[in-house]
């Protein structure tokens, strides 16, 4: 690997215990991956002994980490993790998220320090994925082979300081050897508080690009602010997204962010498209004339003084969500006759026409590239599930079929593949609230088992647009963290 003397996010790394040779962490900054070598006879009892790649953090927090050993190993119990402990000693009080060489899975814990080490074990086994979360004093060990939904095991009344280190770790069990492992798509992320007001307290955010295929994730920038639903541009160069009311635009070779001119639309929401020959721009602006409604606008893709509104006033909100592949029409989840149906609207006659006629909501229309069929969610069937339809409304077919609440289908350039955001079951079928475990999951257009292909602490704003960059081989999308 080539390497950088950063430790990343982290702020250092140290060996804990008497370790007989020393460890040391290697961090790649193209790949965002880190290369951690570790000794040590255990983490066990009252002594412990491996290397520590550590933060200091207050309160509650989410630790997820793509992770893989390197080589076969000596021994079959070297063990690789996310840990949180109050201090460096090496018997101190800890909470251990724990993959050992040969499958073994295991969230183990010291309540006292000097005290036996305890664990709670898995039905998991040999995981690609490991995230530990802290809930007040209860911690939440969630692990999965990746593609598949987290399993989760829970310990209450762990025992440990509001102010803690946490970090990655490696083990060898065998205090003659060194053992390697490589942890990917890291991430430290800090929660909403509960008490915070929604939709008025805003977390920070990344801008993140994920590969569809390595499913290796890389954070481009972060920003304090909330950041939402990037498009990528047709000419795979830059990403366009929304904040605050604005959009910027992102360019990805200078990573330089400009402003885009929407003249006096500054009260955009996450719903702007582009058409699909990359000239335009359409935008959803929460319009006085509308009492704050939102009001459908479309504006060349530079920018415009004078965006050129489509929908009609009076008729109730109107959220876009795609073009025609002709750039004639727009289609849009409208509130008309006190429901949410799917409309299209003419952009030159500002004529609509209804595509959906169903109770709850209908929500997050699209067309595919071949203008072949409308994709959308719904909650018709009480949880919402991705659906598809011609372009007038008929042949209607349901496309997802299991307990999580899918989200906002997006359609690849090739036309081949779904990328979508899936809400769990703590969330009603109608919401798509921020600041949630979620998943994206990818599927075939025609249907079958959808695969998840990133765990992300985000929901709202996270891709409620289309955002795959032109080859068809990535997505961008935003996560959060305080």
């Known amino acids: 690997m080539s390497q950088t003397d950063s430790t990343g996010i982290f702020y250092n790394h140290s060996d804990i215990g008497s370790v007989k040779h020393p460890g040391n962490v290697s961090y790649h900054n193209i790949d965002q991956e880190y290369l951690i070598e570790g000794s040590g006879k255990n983490i066990w009892f009252a002594d412990d002994q491996f290397h520590f790649l550590w933060n200091s953090i207050q309160g509650d927090f989410i ?20 840990m949180a402990r109050n201090n460096f000693h090496s018997d101190s009080e800890h909470v251990s998220a724990a993959i050992h060489g040969d499958g073994l899975v295991a969230l183990q814990y010291r309540k006292q320090r000097g005290g036996e080490t305890e664990e709670l074990t898995s039905v998991d086994e040999s995981p690609d994925v490991i995230q530990l979360e802290r809930k007040g004093n209860t911690f939440i060990m969630g692990t999965a082979k990746m593609g598949e939904p987290l399993v989760k095991v829970t310990l209450d009344d762990a025992g440990l300081n509001n102010e803690i280190f946490v970090g990655l770790y490696v083990c060898s069990h065998n205090p003659e050897v060194v053992e390697k492992a490589i942890f990917s798509n890291v991430r430290i992320i800090k929660p909403f508080v509960e008490s915070g007001e929604r939709y008025q307290d805003y977390l920070g955010s990344n801008m993140e690009i994920l590969d569809v295929e390595s499913l290796e994730r890389k954070i481009l920038f972060s920003s304090k602010h909330s950041l939402q639903a990037p498009n990528w541009t047709i000419d795979g160069n830059a990403l366009i997204y929304n904040s605050n009311g604005y959009l910027y635009r992102y360019d990805l070779k200078s990573q330089q962010t400009t402003m885009t001119n929407t003249g006096f639309a500054d009260r955009n929401n996450n719903d702007h498209v582009l058409s699909f020959d990359g000239k335009q721009l359409a935008i959803s602006h929460h319009d006085d004339a509308d009492d704050g409604d939102s009001a459908i606008y479309t504006l060349p893709v530079e920018g415009s ?12 909100a109107s959220y876009l969500h795609g073009w025609s592949t002709d750039a004639k029409e727009l289609v849009f989840t409208g509130n008309r006759k006190g429901q949410y149906d799917i409309y299209s609207v003419n952009i030159e006659s500002g004529i609509e026409t209804q595509l959906t006629n169903t109770p709850g909501l209908d929500d997050g229309p699209e067309y595919d590239p071949q203008g072949k069929y409308i994709y959308f969610n719904s909650n018709r069937s009480g949880v919402m599930q991705l659906y598809r339809m011609k372009p007038n409304g008929s042949e209607v077919e349901q496309l997802t079929f299991d307990e999580l609440n899918d989200w906002f289908p997006h359609i690849s350039p090739d036309g081949k593949k779904i990328v979508f955001l899936s809400f769990g079951t703590d969330v009603e079928s109608g919401d798509h609230p921020f600041y949630k475990h979620v998943y994206l999951r990818m599927m075939s257009v025609e249907g079958g088992k959808p695969k998840i292909i990133s765990y992300v602490y985000g929901g709202q704003g996270t891709i409620n647009v289309p955002s795959w960059s032109p080859d068809s081989k990535k997505v961008a999308f935003v996560s959060n963290s305080d």
């Open 305 to 316: 003084d004078e965006p050129r509104r489509v929908t009609k006033k009076g008729l109730g």
């Open 63 to 82: 630790l997820r980490a793509n992770v893989k050993f390197v080589g076969n190993g000596v021994d079959p119990h070297r063990k690789l993790g996310w």
